[in-house]
């Protein structure tokens, strides 16, 4: 029998057992008192709810928010095609919506990122889901004269999402550790490739389903509610540096500016997040652009038709979602497995697995606009294998960064790199992509050809940026025992963190 803080008896529990209350404190298991009274039915359903606020659900609660994050975002990508028609706007203008939406979203990262260190995280989750989901379902109905209002409402989602995505690894980081910590990591950023390949055909296949591209807007917005929901009820709230065991050393907390100070000096932090800014980088370019301009290369190849119709055909998009959601599996696992090796063979894997995967994947997505134009079939091959390999370090760079940070830190110093990355990546790689395009379609006769071969030039531009993510890579891999072995000294001293 175990007692729950009003006072009554909660079923089915052992006498060593321990409740965890709605506050979030433990309340000891205790032996049977005369004086206490049956738990009465409300008391009993709340009793159920906090049994079942397990780390491995939280995990999966948080890894499923994550992928309606995702799946969200890229559902304008799904049916980019039929935006770009119906609003009338060129290659820039469309490429805008994706520059305003991370604009706005790497500019709310580190306001969230100092509120998750010091306020009650999941509350924070759980606003933010709900925000972006009902500006997404208005959007949905702004009217083709209001193309500005349209963007703006991308922003608007941009902000609700920054909420998530700075705050719940930490959460994850809190509730386990070491290689169980690195596992749930790579299930929860599993859900970048697979959320974004959901988008893609969520998108594609809702507008079919309703002949009206609109309705791909109305879908990821109800369950996301419902994720929202989920973390309010079963997601707990943990101490922070309590899976580390530092939940009892953590008696005074930094200001913001000495935790940004102290970042800055953390040469590993810094160049892991210079790495994660290539990546977002290219990312970011494919996730707006190869669709259409693969979509562009049938046309050139006489096997399919340029779009005049209202509805546009969608299956270059939901084939690229499908490879994303296969190769982000694959690319998650891989790295999860890869790392565990070879941290048995050397202590700088993590570092040396993101290096070695991103220099192989700028190869293969060079080789994409080199077969584009004589065959679709090895350009998928090409973007499967140069996706499986960039996949491979999103949970490898978010496990550098719980080795070299303080737990007290961990939601700054998510929100910075997210800042980063996006500032330096995809908050300007959509857009840049389409002006280099546009520019090169102006300065030639316009053509079928001419349109494909422009915007493939343009995004040639990705696979060196890729080399450079992982130049930065090997530069972590020099400072990364240096780093850790100071965030362990720190996080073991009884004296406040610096």
Excluded at 127 to 154: A, D, M, N, P, Q
Excluded at 442 to 447: E, L
């Amino acid at each position: 029998m175990c007692v729950e803080s009003d006072g009554c008896e909660i079923e089915g529990c052992s006498s060593s057992d321990e409740v965890r209350t709605l506050s979030g404190s433990m309340s000891p298991g205790l032996k049977s008192n005369p004086d206490l009274h049956p738990c009465k039915p409300g008391q009993k359903f709340r009793a159920a709810l906090l049994r079942c606020r397990s780390p491995a659900a939280a995990a999966g609660i948080l890894s499923f928010g994550n992928v309606l994050n995702y799946m969200d975002r890229y559902t304008v990508a799904g049916v980019l095609l039929d935006i770009q028609r119906h609003y009338e706007v060129s290659d820039s203008g469309i490429g805008l919506l994706q520059t305003v939406f991370i604009c706005s979203f790497m500019v709310a990262a580190p306001i969230f990122g100092y509120l998750g260190d010091r306020f009650n995280r999941k509350v924070i989750l759980s606003c933010g889901i709900f925000f972006w989901s009902i500006v997404t379902l208005l959007s949905s109905f702004i009217s083709k004269e209001y193309y500005w209002l349209f963007v703006l409402s991308r922003g608007l989602v941009g902000i609700g999402e920054s909420s998530y995505s700075s705050i719940s690894p930490t959460i994850i980081g809190d509730l386990f550790t070491n290689n169980s910590r690195t596992m749930m990591l790579s299930v929860f950023y599993l859900a970048i490739p697979l959320g974004s390949g959901l988008g893609y055909i969520l998108g594609a296949s809702a507008k079919v389903a309703a002949g009206d591209w609109h309705w791909a807007l109305r879908v990821s917005p109800l369950l996301g509610i419902t994720a929202g929901t989920l973390i309010l009820l079963f997601v707990p709230e943990p101490k922070r540096g309590s899976a580390d065991q530092m939940g009892g050393r953590i008696k005074t907390r930094t200001s913001w500016v000495c935790d940004m100070k102290a970042l800055a000096k953390n040469r590993s932090y810094v160049f892991s997040s210079l790495a994660s800014a290539a990546v977002s980088f290219a990312t970011g370019a494919f996730g707006m652009w190869i669709p259409l301009y693969l979509a562009r290369a049938q046309v050139v190849q006489k096997t399919a038709e340029a779009c005049t119709k209202e509805i546009c055909n969608s299956t270059d998009s939901m084939i690229f979602g499908a490879i994303t959601c296969v190769t982000g599996l694959l690319g998650v696992l891989i790295g999860a497995v890869t790392t565990r090796l070879c941290r048995q063979k050397t202590e700088r894997a993590d570092p040396l697995v993101c290096a070695v995967s991103m220099l192989g994947s700028a190869i293969f997505i060079c080789l994409i606009f080199v077969v584009a134009k004589k065959s679709i079939v090895g350009a998928y091959v090409c973007i499967f294998i140069g996706e499986t390999l960039l996949f491979l370090n999103w949970a490898i760079t978010a496990d550098i960064l719980m080795f070299v940070v303080i737990p007290t830190r961990r939601a700054t110093a998510v929100a910075f790199q997210s800042f980063t990355s996006h500032l330096l990546g995809d908050a300007g790689s959509p857009y840049l992509i389409g002006l280099i395009s546009d520019a090169l379609q102006q300065s030639y006769a316009t053509s079928a050809l001419w349109r494909f071969l422009s915007l493939g030039y343009a995004l040639m531009l990705c696979p060196f940026i890729i080399v450079l993510g992982g130049m930065f890579f090997l530069a972590t891999a020099l400072f990364f025992l240096d780093d850790r072995e100071k965030a362990e000294k720190q996080g073991h001293s009884s004296r406040p963190w610096p």
